[in-house]
T-cell receptor
């Protein structure tokens, strides 16, 4: 158990809908990262937050947004869902920011299926 | 841009065989970090090791060992005396430590190597 929690574990929804994925980092970790794992794209970095502020953006679609709250949990919002958004979404957390030296611990993931 | 290549898509071995998973990376930075993660059938990503670009010492942890060679931009992973429980997808990842840059620790992953260990 990495100490990172994600809810829900599974999510099935229809095209055009909007969903929210939730992540709680390990105790003491200030950085939260979101990744998407799909068969065709592999594991891709989406976005990072540190202590409530956005710090880095990857290949995140405009239909997707995220935020980190004062209690450090983070939410990833996916809207106008398409079939291609079906994937496993991971949240990871690490102690610090501004440096890549802190290993990232991953949550169990949320498997999103868009039908 | 940084890139990680794991040329072996799938490897199949019989229990107790040694197996090496290859990882080749590309980066323009002199300071960077390399990682290996394991993704068992249950789906979670498990951190195995982190290596910084200034430390080329090989590392051994039980049946696992890692060989980092800057000259060939490789960070290979060897499992000695493999076991069925080692069956998983293994990912190599790279992160650049750019002070003042925009790469704040995001990981760039390889495509992964599926390792199947048969009894």
């Amino acid at each position: 158990d990495s100490g990172v929690t994600q809810t829900p574990k599974h999510l099935i929804t229809a095209t055009g809908q909007r969903v929210t994925l939730r992540c709680s980092p390990r105790s003491g970790d200030l950085s939260v990262y979101w990744y998407q794992q799909s068969l065709d794209q592999g594991l891709q970095f989406l976005i990072q937050y540190y202590n409530g502020e956005e710090r880095a953006k990857g290949n995140i679609l405009e239909r997707f947004s995220a935020q980190q709250f004062p209690d450090l949990h983070s939410e990833l919002n996916l809207s106008s869902l398409e079939l291609g958004d079906s994937a496993l979404y991971f949240c990871a957390s690490s102690v610090g920011t501004g440096t890549a030296s802190y290993e990232q611990y991953f949550g169990p993931g949320t498997r999103l299926t868009v039908t | 841009a940084q890139k990680v290549t794991q040329a072996q898509t799938e490897i199949s071995v019989v229990e107790k065989e040694d197996v090496t998973l290859d990882c080749v990376y590309e980066t323009r930075d002199t300071t960077y970090y390399l990682f290996w993660y394991k993704q068992p059938p249950s789906g979670e990503l498990v951190f195995l090791i982190r290596r910084n670009s200034f430390d080329e010492q090989n590392e051994i942890s039980g049946r696992y060992s890692w060989n980092f060679q800057k000259s060939t931009s490789s960070f290979n992973f060897t499992i000695t005396a493999s076991q069925v429980v080692d069956s998983a997808v293994y990912f190599c990842a790279l992160s650049e430590a750019q002070a003042g840059g925009t790469s704040y620790g995001k990981l760039t992953f390889g495509q992964g190597t599926i390792l199947t260990v048969h009894p």
